[in-house]
């Protein structure tokens, strides 16, 4: 392929968290160029972002529907080849279907959609279309991930007894969404974030790091989900007890008021020989667990020769020149880049390439949420985990 | 007081684990000396042990019952004070009962006895003859738990929301107890340990601990126990939900088969206005998290003019010289000779040496195995604690 | 400013190392974008490079020389803004000269030239040329390092009294460079490298970083160079003992068969009232330690309350979301980018935006190399710092 | 042997630091009992603190040399095996020299002596009476520590190349001496403390530690020592660089003035193929790094099947039970004790119990001590280290 990949972002203007996230993981490969945006229904905010974004003035638009409309007509080589969706949770659905439908692939933030229905009709669009959809669960992008699931599903560890994984975060320990905060506004909001709060936004998360490292799928779960700060409408707390098909027990943690932790996701996962132990806070290190030798820490680095192919593809330094969450996030969007550039190049990806959530990641995290909400409501302890 | 205390030992023969630990704790301060034991009911062992510990000849004993009978009989000048329990736990409640009628204060490692009602018994028993019991829930004995009982107690974090308290082993991930390892054959015996395994072992120094230090109680909890290894008897993996009567919310896992983990309690603890960590592995540090300013790192030392009283009268050394169990488990025996001395001497013992685990921490302690096992078998959520 | 600003690159070919981390960083905030290049003499590189890199045909060249004639001539429109250097050490100056007679403002990889006379002519040049020189000292990136130097700047340490200084790797351990590694190679080679091998490479940035933090320029040293590998041309290992100007005294460790060490850069400052902790691996804390009171836990992180501006300028994440090596060194190229935006537009540039080492670091640096060397080779204790 | 070995302990009352960690290690393991004390020349001190000790009256002493002649008189089933000098330094010699020629065995706290010339008539003295001496360098009996030593001597690390010791402490940091602070006071004058202030207390320890486990002694040295507080009589800082004899370069770090600091006494030691890292902070875990695989974390724990004898002997728990400061000074008199004993009993002790720090040790203190201050004074670079 001789040029970058276009890309078109919705959602995404100056005042955003995550828009800002995903155009920096976009850029560092140097493999994709924004092209056209509406990023803002607030004209202003979408003029002024798309501006000091460099945007031509006919590609900057303040609703989505206009732009996917001109956008589809652009000749070949000015044509977006995807869009990017980076709006609250209930404005996932309509753009993503109408994106798919002018021919364009898709990036979609999580959670995909607003409700489980939505994700499946998604899915069904995806098929249909053939395109590619890449679902933006970050965590899954670290290089000591792929390195954790290698080693779990190379047996390594032997047959998978436990997995714990936690997410706390502390920034909702006060009724911040009364306090003029943006992001606690529309998160903490049922009609813009779903029927979860807390689990909806990071347990998700947890849960999908729990299944991709582990290689097993929760099979039933026991949830306990609670509102501890007095006035929120949605969960900001709760735990999850969990059985996997493939026989492994389980806890999953999230808090959003586990007062003075920033984003402490981690996750332990034992298996008959050995350990694992991987946190977001020191990504590049995987401590590996031995029960007849000692504790080996595992350290991202390109090179590092004792690392399987998949951590190898996802380092960009060596060995002490730490990567971080902004590395992970372009990892998602370099394998989706290298995806789309074989597609156009009518040449198979390699696998390395393939590597990223997608629609049935999608599925599978709405799902769980309404399957906390579901068990969270019952006075029975297990509920089933069924799509 | 002009004199040490005078210990007798039933149990912690040479091959055992926890009688040595037992001594060295007694011996460190300098305020108690070992003059009997029935170490053990082989009378070669109990011969043995008695003579590398320096007892006497005639204070050697082979059963619990002829010590007791004639160490009653002794002069005044010569008569222990107490007697410490360190037998496996179907063997705690007899010696205990008579200890106590026979004048002896008691010493007991945990769990307190085989059953709930023998502990209810025991406790009759204690406030009946007005001796003095000492329960060794050695983790309540490091500074750092009692720095994170006090900022909890003085509301420096708010109200409690959260209590996360985790305790991983690994020490049973094979069937030990079928190849020659004596710990792990009484340990997973029913007959031996009673009704729980893993959670008679180390989940009830976690639910003592988690209480200890929120200040609150466990009301009801949710569990899930596990046996991971296939011919065992009693659980050796598990995790609990909890609601506390304060209106906290946690969680408390523990395990013995997590692969390559020592013996790795921690606890976290998160309130309105801030969070707190402690972690056995490094039990001098308390990190101390805040809603609004950076995260403090408190630690252990005598001296240290930011500790609470209580921390710092458990603290024999200034900052930065490492103190560990046996330093804690000594707290214990410290607290308790302290006590014991200011009961001989007829004066009111301080604060701090009445800070040691008793009587009524092994009853929640057995009312815990009580409930966590009848939870796991019931399809109920929720199971209400009761004593 | 209406358009990203035009990079060209000299060196950096496929095969290279620290050429496709300036590319990196230069992507990452989408202010810059590569336009040409000579980024090897090998032609087949150049081109293979150029292609990959999307270069238009036209642009892709094989000797600097030839670039940056062309390029001088190129219309307003299309004309480079600077020039990026990523050659071996030697070099450096000549393109960087060529660049600044041409108009360029210029990015040099560190050391900034082979000899400490280089260093002064460019310095000369800049300043005759009025252009912008960035020396790419990446440690300096970092926003803890910001925060570092802006608390001992504040006076919140008191006087500062000791500086020390750490950076130890381990990938020189052998004789590598006769074992077909192209990196080892030219840098174990007085004749590529300069006159100093381990001091040259890395700890100029030790150096560095320990005057920009401590705010004192070093005075006097005492150097211990060492061959620690038989074989070897230049020094893989030493020690200084440092007095700097402020009254300080410190120490310079630096070593590259600290085998088993990836990348592990760390400093520590102190003075009368407290001091700082800071380790490239883990860069996103920053600790600070207080005579009375409890270490702080300090971290980077948008939005963080407590951060200084320069530190929350360099922050793209909130707090808890880690940013690493490749974010310090965008960091460089963003602050240069923001200083060229302005000099383009005609406006003052922001302090933060001018915060980048420059030439002056650059003459700093080959001095400390000069004196480490003359200093190793004395039987003098101290040995003047003289540029 | 049937019976605890005697001690009598001169200096040590209870306004002291060093006396009560002395008590502290001698009674922890059961082998010793104190019976004799000159404890302090105060005569109410050394009366109260003998009594809390429950000595019996007539073996509370004021002067150390009435208590020597006294307790030389008693009959052998009373009789002192060994006397405990924890004085401070100026007044260690004489009452050892003594308790020697009375017959007793000695435990001296380091430094030695007050100078390298009574460290000879002492080592002289040990010879001719043919009695053992401990001399308490603590850190070298951490488990980790032997461990650390033994990976040297097999050879697991190749040729060692380098040796980085550091200890930092910050309780210096301001003119305690003349603030009411007893222990700053003597230790801050050379006519109580010696030549050297902080080398004579820390940068000892550190210099023993790195001989220790390096198997390589100090050949020539280059010292920088500071006095960094106005008004101080000693030198409370310094660097030296250091060249062992068996070829490695090295840089030991000492500062009484790292303000923040506790005792962080750290060292690491890298040879052809790996390295080592230990700190008394975290005294449990060694890191063990290798150039081509991963970092191994050792830790100790009775019965850890990957450690060395010596480390094994010297731990009294199982992994993750943290031993501490306290044990690691308990490991000296453990091994001291067992060395008499075997001598009591007439049979050859085990290499176990032999390794303690002698009089060796204390020799080579004292000239280090000499050796590094006049090597500050010197405009030499490299000082001969000569005993």
Redesign the interface.
Known sequence: M???LRMGMIGGGKDA?IG??H??AA????LIE?KAGALSINPEIAQDSG?S??LEEDRIYTDFKTMLEKEAAQPADKRLDFITIVTPNFAHFEPAMMALDKGFHVVVEKPITFTLDEAKQLKAKVEQTGLTLLLTHTYTGYPMVKQARAMVKNGA?GKI??V?V?Y???WL??LSEREGNAQAAWRTDPKRSGKSGCFGDIGTHAANLAEYISGQKIDKL?A?L?I?VEGRMLDD???V?L?FDGGA?G?L?A?Q????????LKI?V??????LEWA?????TLL????????????A?AGN??LDSFATHNC????????????AFANLYRNFALTLQAKIDGVPPTMGALDFPSVDDGIRGMAFIDMVVKSSA?????TKFEI
């Open positions: 001789n040029r970058k968290f800002a996230i155009r920096l850029n560092m490969d140097g924004l501006r974004l460099f560890l007894r436990k714990w936690e706390p975060q502390g320990s006060k026991c306990d609670n501890m707390d709760g735990a007890l059985r027990a806890v943690m808090s008021v586990a007062a003075g932790e920033e984003n402490a332990r034992y298996g008959e020989k050995g350990g977001q806070h020191e990504p590049n590996v667990k031995w029960l007849d030798k000692p504790t080996e820490i595992y350290r680095g020769p004792h960009r330094t060596p060995g002490g020149h730490p990567e971080g969450y902004l590395e019952s006075q029975e302890k297990w």
